[in-house]
C-alpha cells in the first residue's frame, strides 16, 4: 500500500510560479514511478508530467514543455513539480499518482494509487 499527500497548491498570479510536492508512505517509493494528473472544473482528468522510478526519464504534456518540470527524492520518498509561468489555463485541481507497470506513463490506469488532490488557481 502506498498513501499519497499533495501539497503547494494555492493561488497565484499569471506568470508566477509554484511547486507541489507529494509525500508518500511505505518503504517502496523507490520502485514506483510517480506522476502528476490534473482536472479543471467540467473537464476529465488530464496527464501533466509523469518520472519513472529512478528519476532517469520524464514525461511532458505538451502545454507544459519548458515551463513545468518534474523531480523526486527517493529517500524523501517525496516527488516534486516546480511550475513556472503559469497561465489561467493551468487551474485545476492536480492529483499525483504512483504505478509500477508503466508502459505510457500518460494513462490513468497505469497509476495504482492516488493521493486527494491539490488546488491550484492562476489568476489572469
Known amino acids: 500500500q502506498v498513501q499519497l499527500v499533495e501539497s503547494g497548491g494555492g493561488l497565484v498570479q499569471a506568470g508566477g510560479s509554484l511547486r507541489l510536492s507529494c509525500a508518500a508512505s511505505?518503504?517502496?517509493?523507490?520502485?514506483?514511478?510517480m506522476g502528476w494528473f490534473r482536472q479543471a472544473p467540467g473537464k476529465e482528468r488530464e496527464f501533466v508530467i509523469a518520472?519513472?522510478?529512478?528519476?532517469?526519464?520524464?514525461y511532458y504534456t505538451d502545454s507544459v514543455k519548458g515551463r513545468f518540470t518534474i523531480s523526486r527524492d527517493n529517500a524523501k520518498n517525496t516527488v516534486y513539480l516546480q511550475m513556472n509561468s503559469l497561465k489561467p489555463e493551468d487551474t485545476a485541481v492536480y492529483y499525483c499518482?504512483?504505478?509500477?507497470?508503466?508502459?505510457?506513463?500518460?494513462?490513468?490506469?497505469?497509476?495504482?494509487?492516488w493521493g486527494q488532490g491539490t488546488q491550484v488557481t492562476v489568476s489572469s
Open positions: 518520472i519513472s522510478w529512478n528519476g532517469g526519464r520524464t
Open positions: 499518482g504512483a504505478g509500477r507497470t508503466m508502459r505510457s506513463y500518460v494513462m490513468e490506469y497505469e497509476y495504482e494509487y
Open positions: 511505505g518503504r517502496t517509493f523507490s520502485s514506483y514511478a
